[in-house]
């Protein structure tokens, strides 16, 4: 059975594209069936494992067969990655969906159904999604099983949670009832500094007593950072270093949550 997990965070910069590549890699390293959606207009998780911006057939284009009622095959935008993972690519056209989708009826599960053409081939689907909570991020919430939230442990981090947390439970309630929180994740840690260890504290005093908070932190490392660029997971890049080690550890909980 296929566990759709959106990764999600309203604000920008918290390594939501870092972590969905990583753990989607992990997750194919183990022998699961493993598909990223990347629901972001700015295309960062297409650019991150090295494809082109400039491609003809996204994750808009499927989305847009979903609402005219065409018949189309729902593979025909998958991308095969090197490191054994499917990506469904987009760019900058995808900005313009959260008008269309305004529109359409139905419009919070256009996604939903354009996945579900696809779940029974996969294990687990990751949506990477975009750094605010417009439609599309309504549509990803709306198709998954869990939401992921990585956090930065900065002074506002338990605020920003606020807004984000209610979304999902509008979301839970009238659109998706299956709908949980897979845990929140922090990431770029500097965990050395009292700053970061009272941040997260401060997180943990808010909402653990009701959502999952990892164990397992994300640190902010040069290699993490450069990935991107180089169009490869940590995995690839750097097998050995505090990244990869913290990903592989996150794949484990992920794994025992199941």
């Excluded at 022998?31 to 960062?44: E, F």
């Excluded at 305004?102 to 996945?115: G, H, I």
């Excluded at 947390?165 to 922090?186: A, T």
Aim: aromatic share 6%; with cysteine; charged share 20%.
């Amino acid at each position: 059975m296929c566990k759709i997990i959106a990764i999600a965070n309203q604000k920008g910069g918290v390594a939501k594209t870092t972590t969905t590549i990583n753990l989607g890699v992990g997750l194919s390293k183990v022998g699961k069936r493993v598909m990223l959606i990347d629901a972001d207009p700015q295309g960062h998780l297409t650019m991150g494992l090295g494809f082109p911006k400039n491609l003809r057939v996204t994750l808009k284009t499927m989305m847009e067969n979903i609402i005219m009622g065409l018949e189309f095959d729902p593979r025909e935008a998958i991308l095969h990655h090197e490191e054994g993972i499917d990506v469904i690519p987009s760019n900058k056209l995808l900005s313009g969906m959260d008008m269309s989708l305004f529109t359409v009826e139905d419009r919070e599960k256009v996604l939903k159904e354009y996945l579900e053409l696809l779940e029974n081939d996969y294990d687990y689907i990751l949506i990477d999604c975009m750094p605010s909570l417009g439609m599309m991020t309504i549509n990803a919430l709306s198709a998954a099983d869990s939401v992921l939230i990585p956090v930065q442990p900065q002074y506002y981090a338990a605020d920003g949670l606020m807004e984000l947390l209610k979304v999902v439970k509008g979301i839970h309630q009238r659109f998706n009832p299956d709908l949980q929180i897979e845990g929140i994740l922090f990431t770029m840690d500097s965990s050395h500094y009292n700053n970061s260890k009272r941040n997260k504290q401060a997180v943990r005093d808010a909402y653990g007593a009701e959502i999952r908070i990892f164990d397992q932190t994300i640190p902010r490392t040069e290699a993490l950072a450069e990935t991107a660029s180089e169009g490869v997971s940590i995995f690839s890049y750097y097998a050995k270093g505090k990244g990869a080690y913290s990903y592989q550890a996150l794949v484990q909980e992920v794994l025992n949550h199941a």
